[in-house]
């Protein structure tokens, strides 16, 4: 059975830095894109990052400043787990950030929920101003 589970997520000031992690669990992930999304209350889940498992290529959502390096994706193979870095934190960042597995498609990795079939329950973070 396959699991993910999200942790590290809390209350934090803006400016303030979170780490992310998601252990993973129950298959081969080697083949797989390992993806955070994020849903803030009323809106739509969005994409903010992936990695691919094997290679460790990543990718990052093409909005806001995450040129900037605000926030980065990473993962351990030996302890299975995949990391999301938020530095610099805003009041916007403010949601449920969620880990999510799915096959890899090719070149084409996949920015839409629907392209991925696994999901952890998600972690909350709360950026006060």
């Known amino acids: 059975q396959v699991q993910l589970v999200e942790s590290g997520g809390g209350l934090v000031q803006a400016g303030a830095s979170l780490r992310l992690s998601c252990a993973a669990s129950?298959?081969?992930?080697?083949?797989?894109?390992m993806g955070w999304f994020r849903q803030a209350p009323g809106k739509e889940r969005e994409f903010v990052a992936a990695?691919?498992?094997?290679?460790?290529?990543?990718?990052?959502?093409d909005y806001a400043d995450f040129g900037k390096g605000r926030f980065t994706i990473s993962r351990d193979n030996a302890k299975n787990a995949v990391y999301l870095q938020m530095n610099s934190l805003k009041p916007e960042d403010t949601a449920v950030y969620y880990c999510?597995?799915?096959?890899?498609?090719?070149?084409?990795?996949?920015?839409?929920?629907?392209?991925?079939?696994?999901w952890g329950q998600g972690t909350q973070v709360t950026v006060s101003s």
């Open positions: 129950g298959r081969a992930f080697s083949s797989y894109v």
């Open positions: 990695i691919r498992w094997s290679g460790g290529r990543t990718y990052y959502a």
């Open positions: 999510a597995a799915g096959p890899s498609a090719g070149m084409i990795v996949a920015t839409r929920p629907e392209g991925y079939d696994y």
